[in-house]
């Protein structure tokens, strides 16, 4: 069979089973082909007419089937683009959906406002930080930062330092295993503290898409009832904020006034030249950044 043919065979099966419209079926079958292939989108249009070997064809036959019971693509590949950069991913970790790279977006403005010691050499830590996503991509994108990664599962942070090998920040990240700030000195300051915690009220787990609900880790969605649990853990982290430093943490839908008020209650405050909330494309709250002010 021809690789458009198949493409579009491929396309209808999975809108048939999943319910997509055919643009997204295209999408996800285009994305699977291609990593049978191992070729570009520009090589599949241009080369279209090449069969399909029958090696090609039961391996992208396998990836359809996985596909076919809800599995997320990134999944399949073991993949997801983030910021920009391609980072591993494992049954372990929460994949990274791309709302979370408005809290990378907001991080980095919050740093352009530090004050100068912090700014020129900023120590960023990162709490849960399940494939490293958010904590590779900023020391990705800030040259002279250094970063600490926590988390409580040790094959998350196993797969964080797969990727921050993968994008050259090794050498400038730990990682440590800690149940939220338990690992942390007393003494221990960051310029920016950052975290996407599990949000998902434990009442609405089960309501959650297939995609999340058999393929992202629970630990890394639930949020315990009403879906607060983190907000109160991440308290704790204002007396690690060095002055003038910020926490940005991602929230989830409507939580924005009841996450703002307890972080609030540890004594941060709204930045008056940063927003204290900030919303995603679709124009849904999703990120709190408050400030431990150094007036204070």
């Not at 994305?31 to 070997?53: F, K, M, N, R």
């Not at 090609?56 to 950069?85: D, K, M, Y």
């Not at 004050?115 to 900023?122: D, I, S, V």
């Amino acid at each position: 069979m021809p690789r458009q043919q198949a493409l579009h065979a491929a396309a209808r099966r999975l809108q048939e089973t999943l319910g997509l419209t055919f643009d997204e079926a295209v999408r996800d079958a285009r994305l699977l082909l291609l990593d049978v292939l191992d070729i570009s989108h520009a090589a599949l249009i241009a080369e279209g007419d090449v069969p399909i070997s029958q090696a090609e064809w039961r391996q992208f036959a396998t990836h359809l089937s996985r596909r076919a019971r809800h599995e997320p693509v990134s999944r399949i590949l073991g993949t997801r683009h983030f910021f920009g950069r391609p980072f591993l991913i494992t049954p372990a970790v929460l994949d990274p959906r791309p709302e979370t790279e408005h809290l990378v977006e907001t991080a980095l403005a919050a740093h352009a406002l530090l004050p100068e010691p912090l700014r020129e050499a900023p120590r960023i830590l990162d709490i849960g930080a399940g494939s490293g996503a958010i904590i590779v991509s900023l020391l990705a994108e800030l040259q002279r930062a250094k970063g600490l990664a926590l988390d409580i599962s040790e094959a998350a942070l196993a797969v964080t330092m797969r990727n921050a090998c993968r994008h050259g920040v090794a050498g400038r990240l730990i990682c440590r295993r800690s149940d939220w700030l338990s690992a942390l000195k007393p003494d221990e300051h960051f310029s920016l503290i950052v975290s996407n915690p599990p949000y998902i009220a434990q009442e609405e787990l089960d309501t959650l898409m297939p995609e999340v609900r058999h393929y992202d880790p629970r630990i890394a969605l639930d949020g315990g009832p009403g879906g607060l649990r983190a907000y109160h853990a991440l308290t704790a982290a204002a007396s690690h904020l060095a002055p003038g430093g910020f926490l940005i943490v991602e929230i989830g839908i409507g939580q924005e006034r009841a996450g703002r008020a307890i972080l609030e209650r540890a004594g941060l405050k709204e930045h008056p030249r940063l927003p204290a909330v900030h919303a995603d494309y679709a124009g849904i709250p999703r990120v709190i950044c408050l400030a431990r002010l150094t007036n204070e």
